[in-house]
């Protein structure tokens, strides 16, 4: 499995941002890298950002996600 780039972590919030795939979708693909027995990625902010990602399905009612799209927007421009 390659290790991921900043930029496809990025990307994967602009896909969510634009509806393109689901926050479900972003959350199991970070989940693969964060729940790894020996997680190999090198870059300590991909790492963080892989665990912000891993949580961008978490909901705070049954209607309504604990990040909103103002969160995601500041994740991007904090990590590009």
Do not use: F
Not at 15 to 22: A, E, F, P, R
Not at 23 to 35: G, N
Not at 42 to 58: H, N, P, Y
């Amino acid at each position: 499995m390659d290790e991921p780039k900043m930029l496809d972590c990025l990307n994967k919030i602009r896909q969510v941002l634009k509806g393109m795939i689901t926050r479900e979708q972003v959350s199991d693909w970070a989940e693969i890298y964060v729940s790894s027995d020996d997680p190999e990625i090198d870059d300590d902010q991909v790492w963080d950002m892989l665990i912000l990602l891993s949580g961008i399905d978490l909901k705070d009612s049954p209607h309504s996600y604990l990040h909103c799209a103002d969160d995601l927007n500041d994740w991007i421009e904090k990590y590009q």
